[in-house]
């Protein structure tokens, strides 16, 4: 859709990184302005041009909701990559079931690694979840950074908390283990210094223990897989 959140990540992807990276074209450019009223024409445009693959941005619940079932109904199938941890929701597995979310990759900020089974068990026993995503891991870790900064600075000043945390580099705690890094440290404006994206796959579950018939787990980066990614080709058929 054309807000701001998918237009900060698609513009780049249609300015510099498709245009310089060789053997990728754009087939279907297709934006629209929340809520869609009708999904077809964007599906069949789909249909008509047949990519291998679809990046996917949907702020609106309803909108991404549309445009799965259509493709459904459609038959259009293909990998889809969605951007953000909208599409990482236990509501969608809810909505259309595990057939239809299953396979849909997301690309996060964060989301369960390898090794936080125990924290993630703890998180979905206590909040009454099905699983664990971005929102709440991140503010896990997030709460930790905090603690640390208070016992390293010995302070509960703001001020102080804010300049320890630009100032040090935090390289053990739940924290830490909470993202695909080694360490963190923060940039002058705030962002964490070399941080890496998530890649989470509605896959389903299996033998793991989650609530619901399908849940995404983490696939990228690869070390911290929790499974091993599915990629099943574009079928036009």
């Not at 041009?49 to 909701?65: C, K, R």
């Not at 990998?79 to 953000?84: N, T």
């Amino acid at each position: 859709d054309n807000t701001a959140a998918i237009t900060f990540t698609f513009d780049p992807l249609r300015e510099t990184v498709i245009p310089e990276t060789d053997g990728v074209e754009v087939v279907v450019d297709e934006v629209w302005t929340p809520t869609l009223s009708d999904a077809t024409p964007i599906v069949r445009a789909l249909r008509e041009q047949e990519p291998d693959v679809m990046f996917f941005g949907a702020t609106a619940f309803s909108d991404a909701l549309a445009i799965l079932r259509k493709m459904n109904e459609l038959d259009v199938q293909m990998p889809i990559i969605g951007i953000g941890a909208w599409l990482t929701l236990p509501a969608y597995v809810d909505n259309i079931g595990a057939g239809l979310i299953e396979n849909t990759m997301a690309v996060t900020g964060s989301h369960p690694l390898a090794g936080q089974e125990t924290n993630v068990g703890n998180f979905t026993a206590t909040a009454e979840e099905p699983f664990m995503i971005q929102d709440s891991l991140s503010g896990y870790a997030h709460a930790w950074l905090v603690k640390q900064a208070i016992e390293e600075s010995g302070s509960a000043d703001p001020t102080v908390i804010r300049e320890t945390l630009a100032n040090t580099t935090f390289t053990e705690g739940p924290a830490v283990t909470s993202f695909p890094v080694d360490q963190i440290n923060f940039e002058a404006s705030g962002i964490m210094q070399d941080a890496q994206v998530v890649m989470a796959q509605w896959q389903e579950k299996g033998d793991a223990d989650v609530g619901t018939d399908a849940a995404p787990f983490t696939v990228f980066p690869q070390d911290y897989r929790v499974r091993d990614v599915v990629w099943q080709p574009a079928d036009y058929s």
